[in-house]
C-alpha cells in the first residue's frame, strides 16, 4: 500500500525517539493512505517551521504485517467507543508512557474539531453517546502508526531503487524457503525477516544486496540448518 507523511521537511530515516507523545495511537510515526490528508499536514507543519510549504515523503506499506511477522496490530474501521477510550487515553500525557504495547495501529484521526470535543467530553460537557453521535457525520481519516522499531520493517521510501532489489530478493527467498523447506507463508516470513542474513541484506555496507539472490539464500539455509547442505528444487 501507497502510504503518504505529512511534513516541514523530507523523511530519509525514521526516529520513533523524535515523534511526539499524546497523539491519537501514542508516539510513533504516522503515515495515511489519503495524499489530500498529508499534504493538509505538510502546509500545516511547514507554516510553522520557516513558513516552508512542507514535503510530502512516500512510503511503500507492507499490509502483511497484519497478518504475519507476530507483530501486535490494532485496528479500528471507523469511529466507535472502542476508538474513542483509546484515543482519549493516548492523548492524557500524565499517563505512564507507552500508554500502550502495540507495534502497529491503524484507524481514523482526531482532527482539530474532534479533538477539541474530546476535550468538552473529558470535562463531562458532553456525554459519550452525544459525541458518538456527532462522529456519524465526520468525514473519512486515515492513519497508521508505527509504534516500534519492531514495525518499521514494515515501511520503506517508494521509488528507492535499493529497497526494491532488497524487496525482490526477500521475495524470492521466501518463496524458496516454502517451497524446500514444506512451510507454510507465515512461518517462511517468520524465519526469514527475524534472521541475521536478512539484517545483513539490509545493511548496504555489507554490499550482501549485490550477490545472485542464490548466494543469500544459501547463507539463510547455513544459519537455519547449519549441518544441512544447501540445495534448491528446480
Known amino acids: ?52 510549504e512542507g514535503i ?8 502483511n504485517a ?30 505512564p508512557q507507552p500508554t500502550h504495547d502495540y507495534d502497529i495501529v491503524e484507524g481514523p484521526v482526531a482532527d482539530d474539531k474532534i479533538a477539541t470535543r474530546i476535550k468538552d467530553y473529558l470535562k463531562g460537557e458532553i456525554s459519550k453517546q452525544q459525541f458518538l453521535e456527532e462522529l456519524k457525520f465526520v468525514r473519512e481519516t486515515h492513519q497508521i ?9 514494515m515501511i520503506e521510501l517508494a521509488d528507492n531503487t535499493l529497497n526494491a532489489k532488497i524487496e525482490a530478493i526477500s521475495e524470492t527467498i521466501i518463496q524458496a524457503l516454502i517451497t524446500n ?30 550477490k545472485p539472490w542464490q548466494e543469500v539464500y544459501g547463507l539463510l539455509i547455513t544459519e537455519l540448518h547449519p549441518t544441512t547442505p544447501t540445495t534448491l528444487n528446480s
Do not use: P
Not at 507523511?5 to 503515515?31: M, P, T, W
Not at 497484519?66 to 500525557?93: A, H, I, P
Open 1 to 52: 500500500m501507497r502510504v503518504f507523511h505529512g511534513s516541514y521537511a523530507a523523511i530519509n530515516r525514521i526516529d520513533l525517539s523524535k515523534c511526539e507523545i499524546g497523539k491519537d495511537f501514542g508516539q510513533g510515526f504516522y503515515v495515511t493512505k489519503i495524499k489530500e490528508q498529508a499534504q493538509f499536514w505538510a502546509e500545516r507543519k511547514g507554516l510553522r517551521h520557516n513558513n516552508t
Open 66 to 95: 497484519f497478518q504475519y511477522f507476530n507483530l501486535k496490530t490494532l485496528r479500528f474501521d471507523g469511529y466507535n467507543e472502542c476508538w474513542l477510550d483509546f484515543v482519549t487515553m493516548n492523548r492524557n500525557t500524565a499517563l
Open 181 to 210: 523447506e514444506g512451510i507454510s507463508t507465515e512461518e517462511a516470513c517468520d524465519r526469514y525477516y527475524y534472521s541475521e542474513t536478512y539484517k545483513n541484506l539490509e545493511d548496504t555496507t555489507t554490499d550482501l544486496y549485490l
Open 56 to 63: 510530502v515523503t512516500e512510503f511503500e506499506f507492507n499490509e
Open 145 to 153: 502508526c508505527f509504534c516500534t522499531l519492531k514495525s518499521l520493517q
